[in-house]
């Protein structure tokens, strides 16, 4: 146990509990005033969560390699646009194609991780910081989004075989949250259990010691990027399929937000540390503050400050944690 504590996603998981505990005491005492257990508002927490959660996962994943992507807020919502209009709003409507919804969502998939591996083949052939590359492809898809489309929104209305493995609910229970749990699990056995995780710390912890091992940085850090650029199309179509209909900008900040999420759960800025379960406890996290303060009726505003205070904090104890080892 104390070995848990001594690492950040286990002081993350003591502040998530911590918080949890307040949040129901606080529902219990003043159910009317604050719902944060009734049926509806945990529906809502949980489907909110998912494509956070699953994009924070890919983000996390290249963080730990020491690399950073911050178009995946811009790529989340282009390739969600991008299925939506191969799917077409009804079967042979003139605005679509009417391709079959999971064939899209396969092609939307492949062009994230097709736009992640670009960013990854720029960055690093030329040996400028992915932070830098990033920010430009940000603009870049968020441009692209708007020529290709337009600023109106684009209705999702997929076969129901698909609707019901992306977006039905069983009680509070959204299957968004299930595919964002079924990934983290997944990713988690990757980077903790697989030798593919090995090397991405390696190479995120010391670039010339991984390479002294054997092991490819360039090849490590493109699956990284890779990852990042999937998993923010497949948060995109996920929450597309949720809603029905996808905004042209609903994905804009959300990288910074998924970025705060990993920083939250123990991943370094540096690489080389974090884990799946701390990222994924930093998303939880992230939507319990911003859910508590629409109960609470705060102003918006509050919510950047809390977030903003929690990266710093867990930052420093993240720093306090390192040079304690």
Known sequence: MRRLLNRPEGAILVFFVTVQVICVIAALIWPTEFRYLSEPNIRVLLKSLAPLGIMALGVGILMVCGEF????????????IVAATLVGQIPGAETGVSMNAFVALIIAVALGVLIGLLNGVISILFAIPSFIVTLGAMLVWKGTTLFYHGATSLAFRPD???????????????????WFIILGIGCHFMLQHHRLGNHMFAVGGNENAATAIGVNPFKVK?????FAGGFAAFAGIVAMTRVGSVQPGGGLGLELQAIAACVIGGAALTGGRGSIIGVMLGAALVFTIQDVL?????????????VGGLIIISVIVNRLLRLKD
């Not at 995946?72 to 390739?79: H, I, W």
């Open 294 to 306: 629409l109960l609470i009726r705060a102003p918006g505003f509050y919510f950047d400050i809390f």
């Open 222 to 226: 493109m699956i990284g990027f890779a």
């Open 69 to 80: 992507d911050l178009s995946v807020g811009a790529v989340y919502t282009f390739c969600a």
């Open 160 to 178: 129901p075989v698909f609707k019901t493995i992306f977006g039905s609910t069983f009680w509070v229970i959204d299957m968004s949250f299930v």
